[in-house]
């Protein structure tokens, strides 16, 4: 994913500058020690307009929220062409548990689960994660919909499989920057991949 | 597993008392509402004693983790008897995957999780999350190593395999009060169970 790029386009819109400027300050000094003085520090124009555009820091983060979950969404490999459903599934998988995360993927996947761990006590990221969970379920659930009609994969149950498969790479996701290790990811990938070829593709 | 009962022994133990003032500030105002201010109100001694002990919110948070952590790691159905290892690693991700969450389970996963969205901007979380995550992984793959002698279970990867499960019950727990739904809690336990079934149980 091409987490680099994620602000390469803010230019001079100011919507994106305080979405760049918000996901420097949360990089920087966590969410705990975050405040909208801080996200004005690295805002290139005058910090009052933030407060024009949001009431309070949650506000913000919101919004903020909502376009790293856009920008995710945008970057995944949906359009490209594929052989079948099992490489499109494959891909999927690859590209939310890479090999290796490199400090942008790091610091991204930070970010978002540094907002994951107010939701438990907020209905507004609550909804916000579950509108993100279902989109990956629904998207995940139509490729396997897909390799049935294929006939490349058995006659499973769709949405089961699509939110076991969701639930366990969120859990390494989440466990590769709240842990700091790469064991869960590797781990994860490889049973992943075993459990497409065994349990969803089809016997020849 | 007895969240309910997770501070019925606090008494008149002053440790017991600070990390159950605790957990009833952090329910009801959530992380970022938390203040030393608001533990102390649900603290039936004197408040200077907390500050005689702790010298800021988040060293209070961490002994805090840890008691949690400890007291999850008390409850686990390790002592038990079990007819096999198949029967005693269903066992344990039926208590990490409950049918039905109630409210006292909901408020002690939503405690951790919250706590969680603090580690990926924080080493001290991360240190204390890696060694939960670790002890979890090395009980589950103890338990397929039995399985494995006991010529149960295939003769898999046992890290491989419990890193696998532990990373898809987190994701789930993690789901299940970040994104307020029963839905990867299900599909997680019933996917695991089919997964020991077919990937771990050895054939006849």
Known sequence: MSDTDLF???????????????????????????????????????KSLIYQ???SKDELLVAFLEYLLEQFEADLPIDAEFDDAQEHLETLIEYALPDEFDDDHLDFAGAI?????????DETYQEQFAAADEFYRRLTAEVIRDGI???VFRDVDPERAAAFIVTTVHGARNQRVTADTDDPVR?????????????LVADE
Chains 1, 2 share one sequence.
Do not use: C, N
Request: net charge negative; hydrophobic share 30%; glycine share 8%.
């Open 149 to 151: 009609e294929q006939g």
């Open 187 to 199: 781990a994860a990938r490889q049973e992943l991949e075993a459990y497409v070829r065994t349990r």
């Open 53 to 55: 555009h949001y009431d």
């Open 8 to 46: 390469a386009s803010a230019g001079d819109d100011t919507h994106a500058q305080m979405m760049e400027a918000t996901y420097e300050a949360l990089r920087k000094h966590g969410y705990s020690e975050l405040t909208i003085q801080r996200i004005g520090d690295e805002f290139p124009k005058s």
């Open 113 to 121: 689960e540094a907002l994951r761990g107010q939701a438990p006590h």
